[in-house]
């Protein structure tokens, strides 16, 4: 609420609950993109991990091939365009992974600037509270020294 106008300002006064449960929202929103950026990322590392895995398991299909000899020459061609195919695939894969590096982590500078929003609102908000809690409840000692206003030991 708008309490008034003093020296040509606005004084407003309002409770700061509403603004943290903003931030604390915004806070959400962010770690919900960051886990769902972070679960696509992984899904990718582990693709290009079974591209890898497969392309292993065809050069070992190529290598009992080449010892077993005989007419092997059209399986061997077939799994060199296979290898060949997939080292583009996991080029690609490569590309894919680095692009959603890059996002995970400018959605975790985001998530963090969220994170330190509600932490300054909610230091704000306690400081405020223990503010208020000291001015009314030591209302005869005058004088600052410390952190905590209206407590000056030296004052009785």
Known sequence: TIANVIGGRMKFKFKLDKVLNHRKNLEDVAQRDF?????NLNFEIQKLSQMQEAVRMARLEAFKFQSDGGKSSSHLNQVHD?????DLRMERQKEKIK??????????????????????????????????????????????????????????
């Open 82 to 86: 296979y290898m060949v195919g997939q």
């Open 35 to 39: 886990q769902e950026a972070q679960a």
């Open 99 to 156: 692009e959603n590096e890059n996002l995970v982590e400018n959605l975790r500078e985001i998530l963090r600037a969220k994170a330190i929003d509600c932490k300054i609102i909610t230091e704000l908000k306690r400081s405020k509270s223990d503010k208020s809690y000291f001015s009314s409840a030591l209302p005869g000692r005058a004088g600052s020294l410390g952190p905590f206003p209206g407590l000056n030991p030296y004052v009785t």
